[in-house]
């Protein structure tokens, strides 16, 4: 099974960039980042898809749009979240998340994924 490993997460101060990496241990289609923050659900934050060939679309949660953007390589079987303009609602734990097979939309259930990274922390100070 594939493994996912999250980095890039640290301490940063409100309107600060922070750029999280997720590195693949085999090949993935759609890669998606959600966050979890204490005594809250895990939400989703953003994904890509990408159907084997070429990439598909990317989805974000209204929350980030225009601040988060998500980029993959392939050849590298990595995906990576740039954080924009942080915010103290930012902070959480960020996990990577994959979709075992192919498909071209991005879902935002946890449901949805099947290999999960085991999370890295961002911390936005006020």
């Known amino acids: 099974q594939v493994q996912l490993v999250e980095s890039g997460g640290g301490l940063v101060q409100t309107g600060g960039s922070l750029r999280l990496s997720c590195a693949a241990s085999?090949?993935?289609?759609?890669m998606g980042w959600f966050r979890q923050a204490p005594g809250k659900v895990r939400e989703f934050v953003g994904g890509i898809s990408w159907s084997g060939w070429s990439n598909g679309s990317t989805r974000y949660a209204d929350s980030v749009k225009g601040r988060f953007t998500i980029s993959r390589d392939n050849a590298k079987n990595a995906v990576f979240l740039q954080m924009n303009s942080l915010k103290p609602e930012d902070m959480a734990v960020y996990y990577c998340a994959a979709v075992a097979y192919s498909r071209m939309d991005v879902p935002t259930r946890t449901n949805d994924y099947d290999v999960w990274g085991q999370g890295t922390q961002v911390t936005v100070s006020s």
């Open positions: 085999g090949r993935t289609y759609v």
